[in-house]
């Protein structure tokens, strides 16, 4: 017991010092709402910028406030607040239980539970040696000092993507004391995007050490690296669902100040090019040009700092199928995501109202989902003079950044069911998304709204629309998705105008009228 406590204290230790340099306040690039709990996180980075006259953040120092997975973390101090106004469904027997299943599953508690999971696969007490940490069905690890050969790759001519034989036995390990039993009994998940196994598998025991200068490393990578397994990343649900879990694969892995540090490399675990127009997400997380298995191809690298993050279809994961427990919404782990992810791209929120209600209306371009009359329901939504609507087109032709620049000026979005409903994560929170027709999708966005914390709504009277046709799946029978569709003017007003007393009723959207108000009395002295 003795010896694994002296290993433990030795792998914290290890990990603080992948960074030699001490962090300058100019890299601390987090939204101002982040700042208690990161400081309360970091002890000794909160003394320092107490003691620094040249430190900006001490108005966040010692403030109660934690993410919810700390330590002596408790219930309000913690940085979600989720509720659970509707019926539960039977899945639980009280309240509260229904309130803490939905903080596990998709909420800070998921987090804690993955850290609470985290275990030592390979371990070494020696100074240089290699370590391995991984949660159960190594959906999720995080290594010091690891090798991996690559050196087969140089001829590889097929695509590598959703591979998982990118690897074979003996192309990954480090040198410490491997658990070849832990390992084989949480390899039990092998699927693409599912869990690490399918690489994590093939890890041995090196005679040699993994360190700078060693004939075994043809390439050294002293800055932390992420090797990323994408989804698709032409489609905004799926890429983002990536994103999400490298997140939260950040707070999993949070041991010091760096934890939130665009002083990483990432990888993408595939051989061809990266091309989305969803690229800036990566900005988010890092400072450098994405690397991919050809970056490396043809040699034995060997990574300082190296993590494995969650994966974007995971069995029970987030936020792909994810199974969540009926009647709750207001995920803090959502609204950390969105309002990090606004914060590094540069993303302002409307600081001011004008008395309007801001519809942002999706416009499709693709061969099915399309709106028929959509300039009927346009031009029934102009005629109300307490909406500003505008029509987007959404795709590769508009820059990312500025899509999520019109979204905090959208206070209802509204759109075919579609991965463009994705935005929803991006609104204020006072935001409504309509997803017009959920064609026979029922749960996929309005499980997203629920965790993002903002209002959902959908057609109700499918009397009052109008299929052009019974769709036809690709592969044979009828099919909701794969058709247009006629809206119903006045059901369409309707449901918009409910969307609308939502928006109002709201604190956030009343707030920022007060101060239009503020402002034009001020205007008149």
């Known amino acids: 017991?003795?010896?694994?406590?002296?290993?433990?204290?030795?792998?914290?230790?290890?990990?603080?010092?992948?960074?030699?340099?001490?962090?300058?306040?100019?890299?601390?690039?987090?939204?101002?709402?982040?700042?208690?709990?990161?400081?309360?996180?970091?002890?000794?980075?909160?003394?320092?910028?107490?003691?620094?006259?040249?430190?900006?953040?001490?108005?966040?120092?010692?403030?109660?406030?934690?993410?919810?997975?700390?330590?002596?973390?408790?219930?309000?101090?913690?940085?979600?607040?989720?509720?659970?106004?509707?019926?539960?469904?039977?899945?639980?027997?009280t309240k509260e239980e229904q309130l803490e299943t939905f903080y596990k599953q998709g909420d800070f508690g998921f987090v804690q539970e993955q850290r609470s999971e985290l275990k030592i696969y390979c371990h070494s007490d020696k100074?240089?040696?290699?370590?391995?940490?991984?949660?159960?069905?190594?959906?999720?690890?995080?290594?010091?000092?690891?090798?991996?050969?690559?050196?087969?790759?140089?001829?590889?001519?097929?695509?590598?993507?959703?591979?998982?034989?990118?690897?074979?036995?003996?192309?990954?390990?480090?040198?410490?004391?491997?658990?070849?039993?832990?390992?084989?009994?949480?390899?039990?998940?092998?699927?693409?995007?599912?869990?690490?196994?399918?690489?994590?598998?093939?890890?041995?025991?090196?005679?040699?050490?993994?360190?700078?200068?060693?004939?075994?490393?043809?390439?050294?990578?002293?800055?932390?690296?992420y090797i990323m397994k994408l989804d698709a990343y032409s489609n905004m649900y799926h890429h983002f669902c990536d994103f999400f879990n490298l997140y939260a694969a950040q707070h999993v892995n949070s041991s010091d100040e760096y934890a939130f540090s665009q002083e990483c490399q990432i990888m993408s675990w595939e051989n061809i090019p990266y091309r989305s127009n969803f690229g800036p997400g990566f900005d988010v997380f890092s400072n450098r040009l994405l690397w991919n298995l050809d970056t490396v191809a043809g040699e034995r690298v060997c990574f300082r700092s190296v993590v494995f993050p969650l994966l974007p279809r995971m069995i029970f994961g987030l936020y792909y199928n994810t199974p969540i427990i009926w009647g709750c919404e207001k995920s803090g782990l959502f609204h950390a995501f969105s309002r990090h992810i606004l914060h590094r791209l540069g993303i302002s929120p409307r600081k001011v109202g004008d008395g309007k209600i801001h519809i942002t209306l999706l416009s499709r371009e693709t061969q099915y989902r399309r709106i028929l009359n959509q300039a009927a329901l346009i031009k029934a939504l102009e005629d109300e003079d307490e909406f500003v609507v505008r029509k987007a087109e959404f795709s590769h032709l508009m820059d990312?950044?500025?899509?999520?620049?019109?979204?905090?000026?959208?206070?209802?979005?509204?759109?075919?069911?579609?991965?463009?409903?994705?935005?929803?994560?991006?609104?204020?929170?006072?935001?409504?998304?309509?997803?017009?027709?959920?064609?026979?999708?029922?749960?996929?966005?309005?499980?997203?709204?629920?965790?993002?914390?903002?209002?959902?709504?959908?057609?109700?009277?499918?009397?009052?629309?109008?299929?052009?046709?019974?769709?036809?799946?690709?592969?044979?029978?009828?099919?909701?998705?794969?058709?247009?569709?006629?809206?119903?003017?006045?059901?369409?007003?309707?449901?918009v105008k409910k969307g609308a007393n939502h928006v109002k009723s709201h604190r956030g959207w009343k707030r920022l009228q007060e101060r239009l108000e503020t402002l034009m009395r001020h205007t008149e002295l």
């Open 1 to 93: 017991m003795r010896k694994m406590t002296s290993i433990l204290k030795y792998f914290t230790f290890a990990v603080i010092l992948l960074h030699t340099n001490c962090l300058r306040w100019s890299e601390l690039n987090l939204p101002e709402e982040h700042m208690a709990m990161f400081f309360n996180e970091n002890p000794e980075l909160a003394e320092r910028c107490e003691n620094d006259k040249n430190c900006p953040f001490k108005i966040h120092l010692y403030r109660a406030a934690c993410w919810g997975y700390e330590t002596n973390c408790s219930l309000q101090n913690r940085y979600s607040h989720p509720s659970c106004p509707g019926d539960h469904k039977g899945w639980v027997k």
């Open 127 to 225: 100074k240089g040696g290699s370590w391995l940490e991984c949660t159960d069905h190594l959906k999720f690890c995080r290594g010091k000092n690891i090798y991996i050969d690559f050196r087969h790759l140089m001829s590889q001519r097929e695509v590598l993507r959703y591979s998982m034989d990118v690897l074979r036995h003996g192309q990954i390990g480090g040198h410490c004391k491997l658990d070849k039993k832990l390992l084989d009994r949480n390899a039990d998940q092998i699927s693409p995007l599912q869990s690490w196994g399918p690489e994590m598998r093939h890890f041995v025991e090196l005679k040699k050490k993994v360190e700078p200068g060693a004939r075994q490393c043809d390439r050294w990578v002293e800055t932390p690296v």
């Open 400 to 495: 990312f950044r500025q899509q999520l620049f019109q979204d905090q000026w959208t206070d209802i979005f509204i759109g075919m069911h579609g991965a463009g409903l994705t935005h929803l994560l991006f609104l204020p929170d006072w935001g409504v998304v309509f997803e017009l027709y959920n064609c026979g999708d029922p749960n996929c966005y309005k499980d997203l709204a629920r965790l993002r914390g903002i209002k959902y709504i959908t057609w109700e009277d499918e009397t009052k629309l109008k299929p052009q046709d019974e769709g036809k799946h690709p592969d044979g029978g009828a099919h909701e998705k794969f058709t247009n569709y006629e809206f119903d003017v006045k059901e369409f007003v309707r449901l």
